[in-house]
């Protein structure tokens, strides 16, 4: 078979051609049998997948509620998540991060101790010019996080 490279300028396309995997919510370009390369889970089936999971961008300074961002049980523990771990993914997608050239993204992920036991907080995804990470969070969690921004907005358009 020929390789087909469509020479084409525009640049959205190319970029459009990464998909958010429902089984790792790795932004992946797929396989030719559209699997994942990640997970090697199979895009074009949602079977196994959590349907009470999402990815979700969180920013660094961002008030968070007392939620378990896993499993949104109420806690009062929190975990420091921290973008300089140099997590697989940032490498693999940027090629040469080096960290000296950034800041840091720090945030303070709360999570129980029955969901820390089972693992470690990690972000599919850092950002370190926008200062935010994205994580796979409960859909209870990541609407309680939108609630509050909306509640925060409103007050912040209240301060004189
Ligand atoms: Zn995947
Ligand atoms: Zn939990």
Do not use: W
Not at 19 to 34: G, I, M, Q, S
Not at 53 to 70: D, G, M, R, T, V
Request: proline letters at 6%.
């Amino acid at each position: 078979m020929d390789e087909i490279f469509e020479n084409n300028e525009d640049q959205d396309k190319k970029a459009s051609a990464f998909v958010e995997c429902p089984h790792c919510f790795t932004k992946v370009l797929p396989h030719a049998d559209n699997t994942c390369p990640a997970c090697q889970g199979d895009l074009s089936s949602l079977v196994g997948v959590n349907p009470n999971k999402a990815s979700f961008l969180i920013h660094e300074s961002e008030e968070l509620p007392s939620y378990c961002y896993s499993c949104n049980q109420y806690t009062e523990q929190e975990v420091r998540v921290s973008g300089d771990q140099e997590s697989i993914l940032s490498k693999f997608l940027t090629g040469n991060l080096s960290p000296e050239e950034t800041s840091n993204v720090v945030i303070f992920l709360p999570q129980c101790e029955l969901c820390a036991e089972i693992e470690d907080p990690e972000p599919v995804e850092v950002d370190y010019d926008n200062q935010t990470m994205t994580f796979v969070v409960h859909t209870g969690f990541r609407d309680q996080v939108i609630q509050l921004r909306e509640e925060l907005n409103h007050n912040e358009g209240n301060a004189g």
